[in-house]
């Protein structure tokens, strides 16, 4: 729980209360390695703040070296389907531990009474919301904008973590380019 104040305390000041009924709505959840536990086509109900663990968003297909790898979540993160999370509709994509992960989460029913019997719920929500946004809009900038092997200097910079906790063919995915060309960028490098 302290993970989670300390990340939302750069955000804002919380009240004891706030505090105190915002946490009563979080529940723990663990995962381990390798597991879906968001599946295609479910309605994601959880907004989950990571603890430990690494955490990928896919889009599943047929032949797994096919799958589109578009987002990484770390430790003292928050992760989600979002979009299927605000729209309550089906996921087009799935969410994946790529480690054991453990988490702290809340429903979409208990944040809507957060949002309405807190003071601070509805900020919390616009800047989780707002934080998210820029994540999605740097990464889609990144992929119009640079070459393959700029997005793959830029991952490692920002995220060095990645080389250490994620297989190659997934990052591969997530910079837009076959594993073969990925391969081709790092002997370069």
Known sequence: MEQIKAFLNQIVDISPEDWEYFTSKLH?????????????????NHISFIESGVVRLYIPKEDPDKEITFGFCFKDEFVSAYDSFLTRKPSAYK?????????????????QLVYKHTQIGNLIGRLTAERLFLIKSKREQNLLNLSAEERYLNLFKERPELLKEVPLKYISSYIGVTSQALSRIRKRL
């Open 28 to 44: 723990a959840r663990s995962f381990p390695k390798k597991v879906n536990f968001l599946k295609l086509n479910e309605i994601e």
């Open 95 to 111: 969410l994946q531990t790529l480690t054991d992960t453990k988490m702290r989460s809340i429903t979409y029913e208990d944040l």
